[in-house]
């Protein structure tokens, strides 16, 4: 195709855009989602603002009663438009907002970090105990690891924002990870993305036999923790 051509056809679809345009703009229904979307990003990071709150006064209440805090770190995201919307469309969903608050469970995502298995499933009971959060499923690859190895509790959650037209619940997914888990999780990830996505059979059976590893440095770590505790 020639320069000129080219051109032309990019100046034909450009006509076509702005009459879709004018045509969309018309539209209750379209302005209705553009606003929704608008909204979208503020909504997931007050959100999980609230979330780290709950969990910020959890760890220093836990530390002054105790002296000793189950949550090691946390890391919180707010997930990229771009990636909200390959998601949907990789999930097979149409377009809309509805189908993101609906499907899309982990556009606010929380890391937590803690030092031994048996904090990680204490926190999951407390959220489940809790009236301002709402546990909404549990997905446990400690007990059933990943077939590469991952391990893992995620908990998708709701918590409230309270608004001027009232209480909107939003959605948020949890991981909770030991700082072993952590570990292994942050080397499988460099390494799938280094080897684009593809790892080499070797590469996927070190990494199965690390996280191996991992699991049994977190089960040695426990059984330390409870002869020091015998020993107090
Ligand atoms: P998707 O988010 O669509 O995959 O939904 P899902 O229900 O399959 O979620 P899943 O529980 O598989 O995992 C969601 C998140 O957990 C991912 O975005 C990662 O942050 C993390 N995760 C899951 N599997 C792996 C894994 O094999 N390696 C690493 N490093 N992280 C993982
Ligand atoms: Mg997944």
């Given at each position: 195709m020639k320069e000129q051509d080219r051109r032309m056809l990019t100046l034909d679809q450009l006509q076509v855009h702005v009459q879709d345009l004018g045509r969309l703009e018309l539209n209750e229904e379209l302005s209705r989602q553009l606003d929704e979307f608008k909204k979208m990003p503020a909504l997931y990071h007050l959100a999980l603002k609230e979330l780290e709150n709950k969990v910020e006064t959890l760890k220093t209440e836990w530390k002054m009663r105790?002296?000793?805090?189950?949550?090691e770190h946390i890391k919180s995201r707010v997930k990229e438009p771009k990636s909200i919307l390959q998601k949907l469309e990789r999930k097979g969903y149409a377009l809309s907002f509805e189908n993101i608050e609906t499907?899309?469970?982990?556009i606010a995502g929380m890391r937590i970090v803690c030092a031994f298995v048996k904090d990680i499933y204490r926190l999951a009971d407390h959220f489940s105990a809790r009236?301002?959060?709402?546990?909404l499923e549990i997905k446990d690859y400690i007990a059933q690891p990943k077939p590469n190895g991952y391990q893992s509790l995620h908990v998708i959650v709701a918590v409230p924002l309270i608004l001027l037209d009232g209480t909107k619940w939003v959605k948020a997914e949890i991981q909770l990870r030991t700082l072993a888990m952590d570990f292994w999780a942050s080397m499988e990830h460099i390494l799938y993305y280094k080897y684009d996505k593809q790892l080499p059979a070797h590469v996927a059976d070190e990494l199965k036999s690390a996280a191996r590893a991992a699991d049994e440095l977190d089960k040695k770590m426990l059984r330390l923790r409870r002869e020091i505790l015998e020993l107090s």
């Open positions: 105790d002296g000793y805090s189950p949550i499907h899309i469970h982990d009236e301002d959060i709402r546990v």
